[in-house]
T-cell receptor, first 110, second 116 residues
């Protein structure tokens, strides 16, 4: 079993829709949770990070962490074609390296 | 802030030659730098971690004599792919982290290596 599981997609939604991206994990020692956005042939860009459980909102993006279920989510409201990219979840413990999910390819249809 | 650059952005080389990729943190001091490899439609695979002035720590299965890493200063790390072969063709991405307790990593734009 992989430490981090993420549905690779592709996920295609119409412009303006709410997008939900998710990851599950198995290591209860993970405390830091991140979401990265990666455009084709570019490096990942840090979108949001959260420590422990809870919600965090930044503009159209909301990150949720449920440590009891070992489940994290990223919601994108009012999705735009420019949001089309691969989204990588990532997480780490206090002293460990970052573990990345495999990424979900998202396409927003105009 | 937190900009990481890589050079070159793409390179084509012949089999058997060596290629050097540079990674620079432009507006912060990177005490730790990471090198990743990414195959098409796959996630990032950590190759090695380097701290400034120290030898790099390689992940299991990564040949340290083939992928030479030098973290010479707080703003520069280099990855040299020695005696490159077509199977080394990939997207190489560096990442930098500054200071203790800073867990966010900032990624460079990547270098696409094609070995012919």
């Amino acid at each position: 079993q992989k430490e981090v599981e993420q549905d690779p997609g592709p996920l295609s939604v119409p412009e303006g829709a709410i997008v939900s991206l998710n990851c599950t994990y198995s290591n209860s020692a993970f405390q830091y949770f991140m979401w990265y956005r990666q455009y084709s042939r570019k490096g990942p860009e840090l979108l949001m990070y959260t420590y422990s459980s809870g919600n965090k909102e930044d503009g159209r993006f909301t990150a949720q962490v449920d440590k009891s279920s070992k489940y994290i989510s990223l919601f994108i409201r009012d999705s735009q074609p420019s949001d089309s990219a691969t989204y990588l979840c990532a997480m780490k413990g206090s002293a460990s390296k970052i573990i990345f999910g495999s990424g979900t390819r998202l396409s927003i249809r105009p | 802030g937190a900009v990481v650059s890589q050079h070159p952005s793409w390179v084509i080389c012949k089999s058997g030659t060596s290629v050097k990729i540079e990674c620079r943190s432009l507006d912060f001091q990177a005490t730790t730098m990471f090198w990743y490899r990414q195959f098409p439609k796959q996630s990032l695979m950590l190759m090695a971690t380097s701290n400034e002035g120290s030898k790099a720590t390689y992940e299991q299965g990564v040949e340290k004599d083939k992928f030479l890493i030098n973290h010479a200063s707080l703003t520069l790390s280099t990855l040299t792919v020695t005696s490159a072969h077509p199977e080394d063709s990939s997207f190489y991405i560096c990442s930098a982290r500054g200071g203790q307790g800073v867990y966010e990593q900032y990624f460079g734009p990547g270098t696409r290596l094609t070995v012919t």
